[in-house]
């Protein structure tokens, strides 16, 4: 019996792998977002984006830099590094602009994950609705 399990275990593991395989990946996206659906049926900032925002905390960002807690960035799902975006916190109408250096957020219907210092500036502690818009 357990030698079935074991067989069953690297053929399913095979499986995988070979399926793994066929899916295009484009070698320049070294974050791997190519697997993560566009939260937004668009990729740039020619039109607003509304949802939730959230704050994130230290780590290496996935274009490489340090992450620092005082800077105006975020992260975005499919918005290229060094996009200038206006975040606007629809709670309060405070506004900041920050560049995009990072991928995420990952968690639910989230659309940025901002520093502490962009949070901040936009009046919350948590999460936030928020509008992403081109700056003016």
Do not use: W
Not at 48 to 71: C, H, I, M, W
């Amino acid at each position: 019996m357990l030698t079935r399990l074991l067989l069953a275990g690297v053929f399913a593991l095979a499986a995988v792998a070979a399926h793994a395989q066929s899916i295009p990946v484009d070698p320049r996206n070294t974050d791997m977002t190519d697997a993560l659906p566009d939260p937004e049926p668009h990729s740039d900032v020619a039109t607003a984006q509304s949802g939730v925002a959230s704050y994130y905390g230290p780590r290496l960002t996935a274009n490489g830099e340090e992450f620092d807690p005082s800077k105006m960035t975020a992260a975005h799902r499919t918005l290229p590094f060094g996009t200038m975006v206006k975040v606007t916190n629809l709670r309060n109408g405070r506004s900041v602009t920050v560049r995009i250096n990072d991928r995420g957020p990952f968690v639910g219907k989230r659309v940025i994950d901002l520093t502490p210092a962009a949070a901040e500036a936009l009046g919350f502690d948590g999460l936030a609705p928020v509008e992403i818009s081109r700056p003016q």
